[in-house]
């Protein structure tokens, strides 16, 4: 039910732009966010954007990404500027409804050094 695209390799200082569509979404989306899990890490957040379009940021990325969200399609993106190599990991999309949450399958970022 969500769709993420847009991952690949990259070298650092590069950009990579994510999306992820939501589809058969019970219940008003209150959140959308992205999420990643570097090898042999634990899954971090990254951003999220509320229903009311405020964005927050892990301190990692402030700055450097940016999360937007496009509610007629139930779209999420998220543009990757200024990429470092510890930025390589499995992004997920994840949305949150009145109801549950929901995740993406991932897509995975490789940023070369």
């Known amino acids: 039910q969500l769709q993420a695209c847009g991952g690949g390799l990259v070298q650092a200082g590069g950009s990579l732009r994510l999306s992820c569509t939501a589809s058969?979404?019970?219940?008003?989306?209150?959140?959308m966010a992205w999420y990643r899990q570097a090898p042999e890490k634990q899954r971090e957040f990254v951003a999220l954007?509320?229903?009311?379009?405020?964005?927050t940021y892990a301190a990692s990325v402030k700055g450097r990404f940016t999360i937007s969200k496009d509610n007629a399609k139930n779209t999420v993106t998220l543009q990757m500027n200024s990429l470092k190599p510890e930025g390589t990991a499995v992004y997920y999309c994840?949305?949150?409804?009145?109801?549950?949450?929901?995740w993406g399958q991932g897509t995975e970022v490789t940023v070369s050094s």
């Open positions: 058969g979404i019970t219940g008003r989306i209150n959140v």
């Open positions: 954007i509320n229903n009311g379009d405020t964005t």
């Open positions: 994840n949305v949150m409804s009145v109801f549950r949450q929901y």
